[in-house]
């Protein structure tokens, strides 16, 4: 299991600091951006994103809860390493991020929002190098894991058969389910308010990904 900490759930005043936080122990930085049409919240975008390359090796995971992937995507300084995922449900045409992201030379992500057919992304699977299963409404950190995630991951292994997409899993991912959610066929696990929630963010990092093998 790979670890994504979702910088949502971090001190914005201290941005720089909390990401090199879990530098040893995460294999990816996941960003939140938000809009405000896709999603009824605001968070960051390109400047703040990429003002914090010079103080991160990780690579970046960023999770585009927008309308407009085709506009903004490109806003973003990516290398081969980093994904942006768009949603599914964006007003961008799908084949049209997909083709804007790819541009750019990272990994492309989609994702879906939890009551969105899996069927919505089939026609995709294809294109993309990656899966983010929603397990909470997009949005807001700190809400509650949504059970019926695991089958759709599971779903979502077999949908994706031989190809080789990474499976990541968002929302709501704590010590007590990490185990079960990475069982049913996650790879990256997203996790925010279950690290920077968190006095100690690199020990609850570290508690997660021992909670897997507990
Ligand atoms: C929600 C975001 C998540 C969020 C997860 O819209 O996509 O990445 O930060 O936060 P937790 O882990 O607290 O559910
Ligand atoms: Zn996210």
Redesign the pocket.
Same mark, same amino acid.
């Given at each position: 299991m790979k670890l994504s900490p %979702?910088l949502? %759930?971090a001190d914005f005043g201290r941005l720089a600091e909390e990401a090199k936080a879990v530098e040893g122990v995460a294999k990816f930085l996941?960003f939140?951006v938000m809009d405000g049409h896709f *999603?009824p919240n605001l968070t960051f975008g390109p400047p703040v994103v990429n003002a914090l390359r010079r103080y991160s090796p990780l690579p970046f995971d960023i999770?585009l809860?927008i309308d407009r992937p085709v506009l903004y995507a490109p806003r973003f300084q990516v290398d081969l390493q980093d994904v942006i995922t768009f949603h599914v449900e964006a007003e961008d045409p799908p084949e049209r991020a997909i083709a804007a992201i790819r541009k750019l030379g990272c990994r492309v992500g989609i994702s879906l929002r939890p009551k969105t057919p899996l069927e919505s992304i089939i026609p995709y699977l294809d294109e993309v190098d990656w899966v983010l299963v929603m397990s *909470?409404e997009? &949005?807001? @950190? &700190?809400?509650k894991f949504m059970p019926e995630a695991l089958d759709r991951i599971r779903q979502l292994r077999e949908l994706i058969g031989s190809r080789s997409i990474t499976i990541a899993v968002? @929302? &709501?991912?704590n010590t007590e389910n990490v185990r079960t959610v990475v069982e049913a066929g996650a790879e990256v696990i *997203? +996790? &925010?308010? +279950?690290i920077y929630g968190k006095p100690d963010p690199a020990a609850a990092a570290r508690e997660l990904i021992a909670a897997c093998h507990a």
């Amino acid at each position: 299991m790979k670890l994504s900490p %979702s910088l949502l %759930s971090a001190d914005f005043g201290r941005l720089a600091e909390e990401a090199k936080a879990v530098e040893g122990v995460a294999k990816f930085l996941h960003f939140d951006v938000m809009d405000g049409h896709f *999603v009824p919240n605001l968070t960051f975008g390109p400047p703040v994103v990429n003002a914090l390359r010079r103080y991160s090796p990780l690579p970046f995971d960023i999770h585009l809860m927008i309308d407009r992937p085709v506009l903004y995507a490109p806003r973003f300084q990516v290398d081969l390493q980093d994904v942006i995922t768009f949603h599914v449900e964006a007003e961008d045409p799908p084949e049209r991020a997909i083709a804007a992201i790819r541009k750019l030379g990272c990994r492309v992500g989609i994702s879906l929002r939890p009551k969105t057919p899996l069927e919505s992304i089939i026609p995709y699977l294809d294109e993309v190098d990656w899966v983010l299963v929603m397990s *909470v409404e997009p &949005g807001f @950190g &700190g809400q509650k894991f949504m059970p019926e995630a695991l089958d759709r991951i599971r779903q979502l292994r077999e949908l994706i058969g031989s190809r080789s997409i990474t499976i990541a899993v968002d @929302g &709501g991912i704590n010590t007590e389910n990490v185990r079960t959610v990475v069982e049913a066929g996650a790879e990256v696990i *997203v +996790a &925010g308010s +279950a690290i920077y929630g968190k006095p100690d963010p690199a020990a609850a990092a570290r508690e997660l990904i021992a909670a897997c093998h507990a």
